[in-house]
């Protein structure tokens, strides 16, 4: 059964990569040169559509890489043409390097896309399923662009203004681009200042050693609970591992103003044993739940075979268990970390002492109108790069540990 037309819905996919990579790129070149760049849509949407013409133009046995790189040289004229040599709404001769580079960039985008969607499409009447499979890659395309460009861009952003001196930032907001003429201690110095001015330091090191300690203490607590409610039988077991995550449906803004006032009472506030105290006991629960999944995925009779041999029940966790769930515990330890790291309303609410402050609530205290804003963005950076770069490294065990324990249990 016929559905649609693959060449019409090629043609309609390449215009839509089209406008989507001609406004990035004016963007782009807005953030990296300070200029107006204003994207000439219309150019970009013809230039898709004549990318996406020429590769259904030809048979699908014939769409090699010659193919596309005809495609891509296609893309370039058509872009040129449409838009009289101006495609950003500036002459080529003001920051031709940038422009060259974005233009390349952009017909080259179009030309990948084009690729990735259309290269087994058929020019005639397609059939349903085909419709479905062409409509399943451009959404995905237009997921992984939409959600690359909402993480990337405020990065670079707050990068590039961290870079910036005050007088750069006042002259030309939108001028985010890098001052090479500058030295490294120029270029830097906003971060030079904060570890020198602003006590930067402390607040990393204060912050390290909360979340060690909280992934710590939420380790002892949530290790021998997941297990009894993984292997052992008691009352009320059931209930238990059903209830877990209970303390989820309530949000912290309800907990934070009692545990305000009972903390005061208490002499707690403003320290750093009253964050080790709610910390844990928010991380805990999801702990629990994490872990006793994996450990019911374990095979019990190495288990049973540790009590046979002699080892007590605190032996088989120590030597059998735990050995046998370090991606889990790798897993649980880095989603703990990464908690009490970006935790900022219990450490807003009860911090008064910059000497204490976490690196959240020490980010905070810079956003002032006497600070100037290069500051708070680098700030903002040395908080998100440690935490980055360690969830980088261990995504691995974290995707392990999650999906743990899914399957049996």
Same mark, same amino acid.
């Given at each position: 059964?016929?559905?649609? /037309? !693959? ?6 996919? !390449? ?19 300070? &200029? ?14 004549a $990318? ?14 010659? +193919? ?19 495609? @950003?709404?500036? $002459? ?9 580079i ?41 997921g ?8 990337v861009?405020? @990065? ?15 002259? /030309?907001?939108?001028? =985010? ?21 602003? /006590? ?18 939420? =380790? ?7 297990? +009894? ?13 059903? $209830? ?12 934070v ?6 903390? $005061?009472? =208490?002499? =707690? ?18 702990? &629990? ?16 075979? !540790? ?12 030597k ?16 703990v ?12 609410m009860?911090?008064? /002492? ?19 804003r ?6 903002a ?7 980055? #770069? #360690? ?5 691995? @065990? ?10 049996? !249990?």
């Open positions: 059964m016929r559905y649609g /037309n !693959g060449f019409i819905l090629g043609v309609l996919s !390449g215009a839509l990569w089209g406008l989507i990579a001609t406004t990035l790129a004016g963007i782009s070149i807005t953030l990296v040169t300070g &200029l107006a760049a204003t994207p000439v849509l219309a150019a970009g949407l013809l230039a898709g559509t $990318s996406a013409g020429t590769v259904l133009m030809r048979p699908r046995v014939q769409r090699t890489q010659p +193919a596309y790189i005809s495609a891509f040289f296609v893309t370039i004229v058509v872009f040129l043409l449409t838009s009289f040599a101006e495609p @950003f709404s500036q $002459s080529l001769a003001v920051a031709p390097l940038q422009q060259a974005a233009i390349l960039v952009v017909c080259g985008a179009i030309t990948l896309a084009n690729a990735t969607c259309l290269h087994d499409v058929e020019a005639g009447m397609i059939k349903r399923y085909a419709v479905e499979v062409l409509l399943t890659r451009v959404f995905k395309g237009l992984f662009v939409f959600f690359t460009v909402i993480v861009l405020p @990065f670079y952003v707050m990068i590039m203004t961290s870079l910036k001196s005050q007088q750069a930032l006042l002259l /030309n907001p939108l001028d =985010l681009s890098i001052d090479l003429t500058k030295s490294p201690r120029e270029l830097l110095n906003s971060y030079i200042e904060l570890f020198t001015q602003f /006590n930067f330091g402390r607040f990393l090191l204060i912050s390290a050693i909360v979340s060690a300690t909280t992934v710590i203490i939420t =380790l002892l607590f949530s290790i021998p609970g997941a297990y +009894a409610v993984a292997r052992l039988r008691f009352r009320g077991r059931g209930l238990m591992s059903q $209830s877990i995550l209970l303390v989820y449906m309530v949000p912290a803004i309800v907990l103003i009692p545990l305000y006032a009972v903390f $005061s009472q =208490l002499g =707690l506030r403003n320290t750093i044993i009253g964050l080790l105290i709610v910390y844990p006991a928010t991380t805990v629960p999801v702990a &629990l739940y994490m872990l006793q999944g994996y450990f019911r995925g374990l095979p019990p009779e190495l288990e049973e075979a !540790g009590l046979m041999d002699g080892l007590g029940r605190i032996g088989v966790i120590w059998i268990t735990l050995p046998l769930s370090l991606p889990a515990l790798a897993s649980v330890s880095l989603y970390f990464m908690i009490a790291w970006n935790e900022f309303l219990f450490a807003f009860f911090l008064d /002492n910059p000497n204490i402050f976490t690196l959240p609530r020490g980010v905070v205290s810079l956003n002032s109108s006497e600070i100037p290069q500051h708070l963005m680098a700030g950076v040395i908080a998100t790069v440690p935490i980055l #770069i #360690i969830f980088l490294w261990f995504e691995r @065990f974290l995707v392990q540990g999650l999906t743990a324990g899914s399957v049996k !249990g």
